[in-house]
């Protein structure tokens, strides 16, 4: 079965450098890949998606993630992180059949970002 | 700019009662998911429907979990007999093309149900 894990629970850094949030998964085909972003009380923003192609992957707000398939991960990088920046971050695969499509997502259990001033 | 809308924001119910969550999706949007998101924890797939159709109910935890959308357009979750364990947000995601497609889910910010 499918999976998603997210070693870091929480994670420090300050305003201005960079970060590395890491993401491993856990499936037999290719995968579709997701980065989510949640704000408190708030619902999922999509950061980027990898279906297939270039494998390293330009989202919104600066970040980018890269798919390494003999690693299975897919980490989320910035370079220079901003105070605004500080929420929880989920790592999804889709669960799809067949094809590599996406159906459900499988969501990693989150990691969560403190920025320092 | 209609995002996907979820009702109520909060909801608290005493144990025993059922309870019914309302998501109103993107207008236009084919498919439909609900996950349940515990305290500390990454969503949960629960259930999804393309259009009217249920295609896959297989993450309800019990047959106490219920979800409907008549029409193909708003979805209702429900709840009978809660139980604490229920305690969550219930987040409802939309997505344009059907299921199994490359069109991405857009979420709303959820129903947090409080079981006391």
């Known amino acids: 079965a499918q999976s998603v894990t997210q070693p870091d629970i929480h994670i420090t850094v300050s305003e201005g450098a960079s970060l590395e949030l890491r993401c491993n998964y856990s499936y037999g085909a290719t995968p579709y890949l997701f980065w989510y972003v949640q704000s408190p009380g708030q619902g999922l923003q999509l950061l980027l998606k990898?279906?297939?192609?270039?494998?390293l992957v330009q989202g919104i707000k600066g970040f980018e993630a890269e798919f390494k398939r003999s690693q299975s991960s897919f980490n989320l990088r910035k370079p220079s992180v901003h105070w605004s920046d500080a929420a929880e971050y989920f790592c999804a695969v889709g669960a799809g059949i067949g094809g590599g499509s996406q159906g459900n997502l499988i969501f990693g259990k989150g990691t969560k970002l403190s920025v320092k001033p | 700019g209609a995002g996907v809308s979820q009702s109520p924001r909060y909801k608290v119910a005493k144990r025993g009662q059922d309870v019914a969550l309302r998501c109103d999706p993107i207008?236009?949007?084919?498919?439909l998911f609900w996950y349940q998101q515990a305290l500390g924890q990454g969503p949960e797939f629960l259930t999804y429907f393309q259009n009217e159709a249920q295609l896959d109910k297989s993450g309800l935890p019990s047959d106490r979990f219920f979800a409907e959308r008549p029409e193909g357009s708003v979805s209702t979750l429900k709840i009978q007999r809660t139980q604490q364990e229920d305690s969550a947000v219930y987040l409802c995601?939309?997505?344009?093309?059907?299921?199994?497609?490359?069109?991405?889910?857009?979420f709303g910010d959820g129903t947090r149900l409080s079981i006391l």
């Open positions: 207008s236009g949007h084919v498919s």
């Open positions: 995601a939309s997505s344009l093309g059907p299921v199994y497609s490359n069109q991405p889910q857009h």
């Open positions: 990898y279906f297939s192609g270039d494998t």
